[in-house]
């Protein structure tokens, strides 16, 4: 039997679950791909660093260059971008096929990546990138890529699901629901990229650009995180017969907002979104990640699973380790992107979607007239209002206050913020207590 050589880049998370399982499952996998898979090196930053696993010293190295030299296979799971991108570049100049699970590279760099792929006519595969174990870079790429996908909608980064579903079930702070987030290994010492939703943003630019034939950049991506969600925000959506998720959103939409029956752009979008409760994704709980198709002749599809994690993570990388193997065994660099759409990218300006308002007014008479006739005024209609009055919040020698969260049927972003501003303004208005999108309603 033929032997190929495969060379680890990072030992981590990932990476130590990776050589663990090439090494465990070698004769199985063998059967699979039709040759042994022999891992000939892992690249570190410190032969001697403590792991999760244990593995021959022997193979450790912290010459990464002399690693991926001769090898068939380079599978990347140090992260980051450099030295990660000259690494890959490297590899498949010299004709290896290259697996990888760093979004926040692709997201920046894929383009680049792609096209020496395909100089080198070698395979690039990135399934753990996004929505680890959950496959869903191939389906898209390949399974859907005779249909047309107009929407996809994902909850595509674990730690923020695992905090936004402890503060819906527990009413949690979202401070105390990041803390015991960190504790439980969910999220980074430094959760940055998950909380302002970097992470989901670097993700949503790889689906964009699969779903939707185009090159998308990260830069396209308009991104808002999950920081300023407060346990009132998520009460009151509960109390509504919604729920709050962090939600990556690629959308087919007139590119110009005032045409409406015009060209057709492309919207990309993270931010935290109010969904009805019945909505499928509206049950992916804890760490868990979802993604939602809509397409014109699949209708709607869902991919559901793991979307974080050293193990399930190695499963995609595996997988794509085995099909590029057996593609090297029969020949050919197989599915490739397409690219061939060029449709434009357009901001959030050109988005229609509910909104949910939350305001802290005074409760006294004709205050919802008034609130009502600015909506009316600046064209946006009121879908539902609920209205709590607040016996603590009494403000000395007036009425007391009461707290109004209205929902809103579509408007465009810009129609929107005009509304808030002209409301905020008035005086029996004593706070804009939040401004939340809606989806799903
Ligand atoms: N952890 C997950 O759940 C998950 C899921 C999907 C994708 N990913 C992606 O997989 C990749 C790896 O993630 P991870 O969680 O294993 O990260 P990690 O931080 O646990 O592991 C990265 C390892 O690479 C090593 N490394 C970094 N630079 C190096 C260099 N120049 N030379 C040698 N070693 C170097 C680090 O020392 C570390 O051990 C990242 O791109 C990440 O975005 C991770
Ligand atoms: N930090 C990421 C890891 C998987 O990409 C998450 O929480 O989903
Ligand atoms: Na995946």
Do not use: W
Request: aromatic residues 4%; contains cysteine.
């Amino acid at each position: 039997m033929e032997t190929l050589k495969v060379a680890l880049l990072g030992a981590g998370n990932v990476g130590a679950q990776v050589a663990r399982i090439l090494l465990e499952d070698a004769d199985a996998l063998a059967g699979r791909v039709g040759a042994r898979l022999e891992l000939t090196g892992i690249a570190v930053r410190d032969v001697d660093a403590p792991r999760t696993v244990d593995l021959p010293r022997d193979l450790l190295s912290t010459d990464a260059e002399a690693v991926l030299s001769g090898a068939d296979l380079v599978v990347e799971l140090m992260g980051g971008i450099e030295p990660a991108r000259s690494l890959i570049k490297r590899a498949l100049a010299g004709g290896a096929a290259v697996v990888t699970g760093n979004k926040a590279l692709l997201a920046e760099h894929g383009p680049e990546l792609y096209a020496a792929a395909e100089e080198a006519g070698v395979q690039l595969a990135y399934e753990a990138a996004v929505a680890g174990a959950i496959p869903i870079i191939r389906p898209v790429r390949d399974n859907l890529a005779g249909d047309n996908i107009t929407r996809v909608l994902g909850i595509v980064n674990g730690t923020t699901n695992y905090i936004l579903d402890a503060m819906d079930t527990t009413g949690a702070s979202f401070a105390d629901a990041l803390a015991e987030a960190q504790r439980l290994g969910y999220a980074e010492a430094d959760p940055t990229a998950d909380v302002e939703g970097l992470d989901a943003a670097a993700k949503a630019t790889i689906l964009a650009s699969l779903a939707f034939h185009t090159s998308f950049d990260r830069a396209h991506v308009s991104c808002e995180g999950i920081t300023a969600i407060t346990a009132a925000d998520v009460a009151a959506a509960r109390e509504a017969g919604y729920v709050i998720k962090l939600l990556a959103i690629c959308e087919a939409v007139p590119a110009d907002p005032q045409a409406p029956d015009g060209d057709r752009g492309v919207a990309v979008r993270v931010h935290p979104t109010l969904l009805p409760r019945e909505h499928a994704l509206a049950a992916v709980r804890g760490a868990f990640n979802a993604v939602y198709i809509e397409a014109e002749y699949a209708g709607s599809l869902m991919f559901y699973g793991a979307g974080a994690g050293g193990v399930p993570t190695a499963s995609a990388v595996l997988g794509d380790i085995v099909s590029s193997a057996r593609r090297r065994v029969l020949g050919g660099p197989g599915v490739t992107e397409s690219v061939g759409a060029s449709v434009t990218p357009v901001g959030l300006e050109a988005v229609a979607t509910s909104y949910a308002i939350g305001l802290r007014v005074a409760d006294a008479p004709g205050v919802l007239a008034t609130i009502a006739r600015v909506f009316g005024d600046h064209g946006v209609s009121i879908g539902t209002l609920r209205q709590t009055t607040h016996a603590d919040g009494a403000r000395e020698g007036t009425s007391n206050d009461a707290d109004l969260r209205i929902v809103t049927h579509r408007a465009l972003d810009a129609a929107l913020r005009r509304t808030v501003d002209a409301v905020g303004q008035l005086p029996a208005v004593h706070e804009v207590t939040s401004i939340l999108r809606v989806e799903g309603a």
